[in-house]
Nanobody, 123 residues
């Protein structure tokens, strides 16, 4: 099972990036998916999650109204649209998938992890 995250890069404060996560090796069409991030010297933290149906989403307070998580079940993919980026959004972003259909906010809720993609926001 592989989760391949992509779309990271360098952006200016106020700019946008769109992260993608493609799954292979199993279907995640009935799985909750999520994004986490880890800044240098910090713990991995929750960013956003989505239930398998897409009807339920959760966001960290720090990204609400700026980030949007979405899924494409037929394509076995999940996305994170990041707008109004801030320097404090700089981190390695990881996508995660689980065996549960219910979205969660804890890392332990997810069984599969991608390798991460670097997002750097300059001021």
């Amino acid at each position: 099972v592989q989760l391949q995250a992509s779309g990271g890069g360098l952006a200016q404060a106020g700019g946008s990036l769109r992260l993608s996560c493609a799954a292979s090796g199993r279907t995640f069409s009935r799985s909750a998916m999520a994004w986490f991030r880890q800044a240098p010297g910090a713990e991995r933290e929750f960013v956003a999650s989505i239930s398998w149906s897409g009807s339920t989403t959760f966001y960290a307070d720090s990204v609400k109204r700026r980030f949007t998580i979405s899924g494409d079940n037929p394509k076995n993919a999940v996305f994170l649209q990041m707008n109004s980026l801030k320097p404090e959004d700089t981190a390695v972003y990881y996508c995660a998938g689980g065996d549960s259909t219910v979205a969660g906010t804890r890392a332990a809720h997810y069984d599969y992890w991608g390798q991460g993609t670097q997002v750097t926001v300059s001021s």
